[in-house]
């Protein structure tokens, strides 16, 4: 079946640091690969998404390109905020029209000024 | 519109008794779904609304779970007979037009005592 593998946390980031959250999958299709957000108290927000190889999806100073040789959909920021703690998912759906999505189990970022 | 709503954002159970949840979609959106989430976890796929029509039930959802959306519009997630393993985090998600993003409402964290 499907999968999505993340990284553990937490990843621990100084302000300003660069910010590295590794995400490989498993897919029986041709998947778009997606990132999601959880601030504390939250929902989950769609932070960028990808629907084809060598695609890149970018927000807010995060970036995350599809990798379809290596499986992988790596997120990266350059420049971390304080504001920028929360939980990353990554996630997949695989099909057109309606289709569910799978999500990694999660990072919890955290960021100190 | 203001994007997904679910009520109530929290409930405390017993073990044994019933509990029903409300998610409001984006006004627009035709498609509708349900995941769980538990501690430590990415969101674990329920169940699938399109329009009124219930199309796919994830093996997750056991005999004591029932949705419905009676007019293609809001949906409710039902709980029989609560037990301590259903305490998570019910998210609703609903997603229409191109691209098909599902957007996240809030959360209903269910407490089974």
């Known amino acids: 079946g499907d999968s999505v593998t993340q990284m553990e946390g937490p990843v621990t980031l100084s302000e300003e640091a660069f910010l590295t959250i590794n995400c490989t999958y498993t897919?029986?299709?041709?998947?778009?690969l997606f990132w999601y957000v959880q601030y504390p108290g939250e929902g989950l927000q769609l932070l960028l998404k990808?629907?084809?190889?060598?695609d890149k999806g970018s927000n807010k100073g995060f970036e995350a390109t599809y990798r379809k040789e290596t499986t992988s959909f790596h997120l990266e920021k350059g420049s971390v905020q304080v504001s920028d703690s929360a939980v990353y998912f990554c996630?997949?759906?695989?099909?057109?029209?309606?289709?569910?999505?799978?999500f990694g189990k999660g990072t919890m970022l955290l960021v100190s000024p | 519109d203001t994007g997904v709503s679910q009520d109530p954002r929290h409930k405390i159970t017993k073990r044994g008794q019933n509990v029903t949840f409300r998610c409001d979609p984006i006004?627009?959106?035709?498609?509708l779904y349900w995941y769980r989430q538990t501690l430590g976890q990415g969101p674990e796929f329920l169940t699938y609304?399109?329009?009124?029509?219930?199309?796919?039930k994830s093996r997750l959802l056991s005999d004591r779970f029932s949705a419905e959306r009676p007019k293609g519009s809001f949906s409710t997630l039902e709980i029989q007979r609560t037990e301590q393993g259903d305490s998570a985090m019910y998210l609703c998600?609903?997603?229409?037009?191109?691209?098909?993003?599902?957007?996240f409402g809030p959360g209903t964290r269910l407490l089974v005592l």
């Open positions: 006004s627009e959106h035709n498609r």
């Open positions: 897919a029986t299709g041709y998947p778009s």
């Open positions: 996630a997949l759906s695989v099909g057109s029209g309606y289709s569910t999505l799978t």
């Open positions: 609304f399109q329009n009124e029509a219930q199309l796919e």
């Open positions: 998600a609903s997603s229409g037009g191109v691209g098909e993003t599902q957007y």
């Open positions: 990808a629907t084809k190889a060598d």
